[in-house]
Nanobody, 129 residues
Framework: QVQLVESGGGLVQAGGSLRLSCAASGLTSSRYVMGWFRQAPGKEREFVTAISSSRGATTSYADSVKGRFEISMDNTKRTVYLQMNSLKSEDTALYYC?????????????????????WGQGTQVTVSS
């Protein structure tokens, strides 16, 4: 059974930084993608960023966070990190960690929610203006 546990959310002022972590257990494949989605009240869940476990560590970012957020992964710990800088009030949301197994010979990191089979419970990020 795969479990994803997020940590690191909280309250921060606009312009500040936060670092989220997500530890996975039960992922038996050596090829997988881990990513972050977020959902603000009254809005749909949206893709933020994701990274693959493959040697090239393919990444993908939503346009709204490019240049401000950075995703990284420690394969040995099955843990993904999200460094969020220059936070804005519009970044306020419940942030979810998600994962799926990456098929052989595929390096593309998907952004659509339905690709992600495993989900964490979410961690709240609130940015005050």
């Amino acid at each position: 059974q795969v479990q994803l546990v997020e940590s690191g959310g909280g309250l921060v002022q606009a312009g500040g930084s936060l670092r989220l972590s997500c530890a996975a257990s039960g992922l038996t494949s050596s090829r997988y993608v881990m990513g972050w989605f977020r959902q603000a009240p009254g809005k749909e869940r949206e893709f933020v960023t994701a990274i693959s476990s493959s040697r090239g560590a393919t990444t993908s970012y939503a346009d709204s966070v490019k240049g401000r957020f950075e995703i990284s992964m420690d394969n040995t710990k099955r843990t993904v990190y999200l460094q969020m800088n220059s936070l804005k009030s519009e970044d306020t949301a419940l942030y979810y960690c998600a994962a799926y197994n990456l098929p052989s010979f595929v390096e593309r990191v998907e952004k659509a929610v339905y690709y992600y089979r495993y989900w964490g419970q979410g961690t709240q990020v609130t940015v005050s203006s």
